[in-house]
């Protein structure tokens, strides 16, 4: 049956057919016994919320990762060798990363709930003939519903009777304005943003009455569609852990080789297995990153603070990387580029074009003459008359109010009334004074068959003031009134060029007029205003786009990334907003309509979003197609959206960002990052952190892997020729976690590197051991190999003691990796610009020196301690030991300067794709 819903193309036909089809009665509405059999057909109109896996299912599949099936290998090894202690240890980096893992994921799992609540509100319905008031979860199709001004519409339904209804369907097309509906049938290809004779599940009355029939509940909806398409969406891994994953993978493979080879090889060269068993597992140990996994997560979750420090909360770790490198941010216009508020920014009044300062609902800002596209100065000397007469019709003629909240105001109403209320406070003209001193008589609602509204005021001479779309009222005026407020003929010809110039700019516009009446008339019907109207002048309206948000946009572009608006309201707005907002690629928008893209191939699509700039009247499944079309290209895609018709499409981009004040409920949970401040500002922002994130995940790992490699290379070649081990097991797993852990979370503290922000976006498709880095990890490797065998050879020839040669091989290592420390992060690098005169200052980095001085502690302890001599098989050192273990950071400072000159980036121009 839920088929039978969503296969109806019920815009199409008329309001008998409906009625015929679903056996209804629009004046009596269902029986209780045919509800009753409905309710067994089609089930509650309430989203189901599927069953999740159990919780220890959940728990234990974030242990499904290459990375920690080599930390529990790694942990039962030490397990089975009796070494329960550092086994612990091992398992416990892996339970850290699986339960933070665990909490990041159960948070997402609310938006299926959130869908539900989207649709859970009470409503009037028509049942044997009497209007009842019933939660919407009992409504069945077929039942007849009555809709009012502040309504929550209960499901989906055809309209069948209309008397001024307006619909605000923001959350679900996207569309900013309130859709004035209307019941003849519609084609069949009519857009989801167009279906005036629909009206959707989740949208709201703001204006008049209505009766519809529901035509789909519960998952026939279009919410209910929303619903199923995020949960049929495959769930995509973020270009981090595709990489980590790769690189766990292929590490695995290698460790298990070697460690294959090595026993293998040892025991034909005739050494006991015991002894070859005790090298391959230290080779094991050593070229498993331990402490990498931690690392990691440590790093994220720094740059997880300093994003809300910066009005960005990150739902999902992996998401702080991945917005760093982000090659396209697709946003939507409604609340995300735009203030949410219609604002008049032009006035044509006597002849004379006016601009308007100022945004939104608020009364601060300016009327002036417009000069060259610009506000010349604000009127000072008194509002001409017609203009005056201009304004107070709009403020009239309007059944609106505008609140305050402390700072903020906003609407009562329609928003387009909302804006004429702002525009007249901006000249002094108030509302509630023009109301006491012109009070209203009659009124004529407005309709859309007429395109207007009228109202009569009873003020000497009495005056009728009508506000409607231009082509309505030019056909009523006889006149039109000059700037001194004298009424000359109507020139039709300069009225629509203005209407021209101000549409040019993507403003909607409406006209205004009045006519003179007697004072004996009360009331006033569509005759009086038939003829005889006086024009005086036109105002045009738009959402406006947020300043801040234009200056985002720049800087994003100025980063390399390309900035794309999806959006469900009309084309020509939708390419205004990006004129003014630079988000274009060349001279001219490049602007496609959702009917455009529905027609063409998915090779065809993918090249369209590709080289588009925006798309308008985009119905929520076409947005999720949009973003899945840039990923196959090959992008890292960014959404933004803070509706409900955007959810699909925040959940299929590689992060979804969702507005945390104004958003909807759902789009929140559906996202990985939400905005505190609804400022698309904060993306920016976002964005150089989650850069600053990556380059810091990039410095541990070429501060942790030359570690591991110098071990491995050790043990491989003292086993393979059969020599005493330089380096123990259990040593290694000492360097590997606390050495290592101690040293390298310094670096997630890093600051951004000079001019992040002017680089291009990393290529997708990089692997994360570039040949630079692997290039830098082979050089250290080696180095580290020669100065731990080295070492060990020669104090073990020099002293005669097996155990103190390994501890000076250690401590040695653990010297020259301060220096190599300093050399890739910032402070190192200021360092050497301070002493070659190049800088005036030293980069400050107290975590980093804290780090070092960790370190150098935590070694005296390991080798002077009794306690840690037993357990790790260590030594005292004396003075003279001491300062030969020192020695090797003598070399390692020309090898890391000229490790970063070969290493040094080459210079690139950002590439605005």
């Not at 039962?76 to 086994?87: D, R």
């Not at 084609?187 to 005036?196: G, H, S």
């Not at 040669?805 to 020259?816: D, E, G, K, N, Y």
């Amino acid at each position: 049956m839920l088929q039978d819903q969503l296969e109806s193309p019920y815009h199409e036909l008329s309001v008998l057919s409906v009625i015929e089809k679903f056996n209804s009665n629009l004046e009596a509405g269902l029986t209780a016994e045919e509800v009753a059999i409905r309710y067994e057909t089609y089930g509650w109109n309430q989203l189901p919320i599927k069953p999740g896996k159990p919780a220890w299912l959940r728990f234990l599949l974030q242990f499904n990762q290459p990375l920690l099936y080599i930390l529990l290998v790694a942990g039962a090894v030490k397990a089975f060798l009796g070494s329960w202690t550092n086994a612990a240890v091992i398992w416990g980096v892996t339970v850290i990363n699986a339960t933070i893992g665990y909490v990041q994921e159960a948070k997402a799992e609310g938006a299926i709930a959130s869908l539900a609540k989207a649709v859970t509100t009470e409503t009037t319905v028509l049942r044997e003939g009497q209007t009842l008031r019933i939660a919407s979860q009992d409504l069945v199709p077929g039942d007849v519903v009555l809709l009012a001004s502040g309504d929550k519409v209960p499901a989906d339904l055809r309209l069948l009777k209309t008397r001024d209804l307006q619909v605000d369907e923001s959350a679900l097309t996207g569309e900013s304005l309130p859709v004035e509906k209307s019941v003849q049938p519609l084609p069949k290809d009519t857009p989801l943003a167009e279906r005036i004779n629909m009206s959707y599940a989740g949208t709201f009355v703001t204006f008049g009455q209505g009766t519809g029939i529901v035509i789909a509940t519960a998952d026939a909806t279009e919410v209910g569609q929303i619903s199923q398409s995020m949960e049929r969406r495959v769930s995509l891994s973020t270009p981090l852990t595709r990489k980590f994953e790769k690189f766990s993978r292929t590490l695995l493979y290698v460790i298990l080789t070697l460690a294959t080879l090595t026993f293998a090889i040892g025991l034909g060269q005739g050494e006991s297995w015991i002894y070859m068993f005790e090298a391959a597992v230290a080779l094991a140990v050593s070229a498993i990153p331990e402490g990498l996994p931690a690392v990691v997560t440590i790093t994220l979750a720094i740059g997880v603070n300093r994003m809300a420090r910066r009005n960005s909360i990150i739902r999902k770790l992996p998401a702080v990387e991945t917005l760093g490198s982000a090659t396209v941010i697709c946003s939507d216009k409604t609340g995300t580029l735009t203030e949410n508020q219609m604002t008049v920014q032009a006035i044509c009044a006597g002849g004379q074009h006016y601009l308007v300062s100022g945004s939104g609902y608020s009364p601060k800002g300016d009327i002036g003459i417009a000069r060259n596209g610009k506000l010349e100065s604000p009127l000072e000397d008194g509002l001409p008359s017609v203009l005056q007469e201009c304004l107070i019709a709009g403020v009239l003629c309007n059944d609106s109010q505008l609140k305050q909240t402390g700072e903020n105001w906003s609407v009562v109403g329609d928003p387009t009334e909302g804006a004429l209320i702002a525009a007249a406070a901006k000249a002094d003209l108030s509302q509630s004074g023009l109301a006491a001193s012109k009070p209203r008589l009659d009124s004529i609602p407005f309709e859309s068959q007429y395109q207007y509204m009228a109202t009569l005021h009873d003020v000497h001479p009495r005056t009728i003031y009508v506000k409607g779309s231009v082509e309505a009222l030019l056909s009523r005026c006889s006149s039109m009134m000059d700037l001194q407020g004298q009424s000359i003929a109507l020139e039709q010809s300069e009225i629509e060029q203005a209407v021209e110039a101000i549409t040019e700019g993507g403003l909607r516009v409406l006209a205004f007029a009045r006519k003179i009446v007697g004072s004996h008339q009360h009331s006033i019907d569509h005759e009086d205003i038939a003829t005889g109207l006086v024009f005086l002048g036109l105002q045009g309206m738009i959402d406006p786009p947020r300043p801040e948000a234009i200056a985002a946009v720049h800087a994003c572009q100025s980063a390399g990334i390309n900035v794309k608006m999806i959006t469900g309201d009309h084309i020509a707005t939708a390419r205004a907003i990006a004129q003014r907002m630079g988000i274009q690629k060349t001279e001219q928008v490049l602007a496609f309509e959702g009917r455009q893209l529905a027609k063409m191939e998915n090779s065809q699509l993918a090249q369209t979003v590709e080289d588009g700039d925006v798309f308008a009247r985009v119905a929520p499944a076409q947005k999720l197609q949009l973003v899945a079309a840039l990923q196959s290209k090959g992008e890292v895609v960014a959404m933004t959206g803070d509706g409900v018709n955007d959810a699909p499409a925040l959940k299929q981009a590689d992060i979804g960002i969702a507005m945390g004040k104004g958003g909807t409920e759902v789009a929140r949970e559906a996202a990985d990052m939400l905005l505190t401040d609804d400022n698309f500002a904060s993306i920016e922002a976002a964005v150089e952190e989650g850069r600053t994130v990556y380059q810091n995940l990039r410095k541990a790992i070429a501060f942790l892997l030359p570690v591991n490699g110098g071990e491995s290379m050790t043990i491989l070649i003292s086993a393979l020729l059969a020599r005493d081990l330089p380096i123990l097991s259990l040593q290694v797993l000492w360097l590997n976690m606390i050495n290592s852990l101690t040293m390298t979370v310094p670096l997630a503290f890093e600051p951004k590197s000079n001019g992040l922000m002017q680089e291009p976006p990393r290529n997708p498709k990089e692997p994360l051991i570039t040949g630079k880095l692997l290039r830098r990890i082979l050089i250290v490797s080696l180095f580290n190999w020669i100065l731990i065998f080295g070492i060990f050879e020669w104090a073990k020839s020099t002293y005669g003691d097996i155990t103190v040669a390994r501890t000076m091989a250690i401590q040695a290592l653990v010297a020259a990796r301060i220096i190599y420390l300093l050399s890739i992060s910032q402070l190192g690098i200021s360092l050497l610009k301070y002493i070659g005169r190049k800088s005036t200052s030293v980069t400050n980095a107290p975590i980093l020196i804290v780090g070092i001085l960790g370190a150098v502690i935590l070694q005296i302890i390991f080798s002077q301690w009794n306690v840690m001599n037993l357990l790790f098989q260590t030594a005292p050192l004396n003075l003279n030991q001491w300062l030969i273990c020192l020695l090797p950071m003598l070399p390692m400072v020309p090898l890391a300067i000229f490790i970063n000159f070969i290493n040094r980036p080459q210079t690139k121009s950002v590439n605005h794709r």
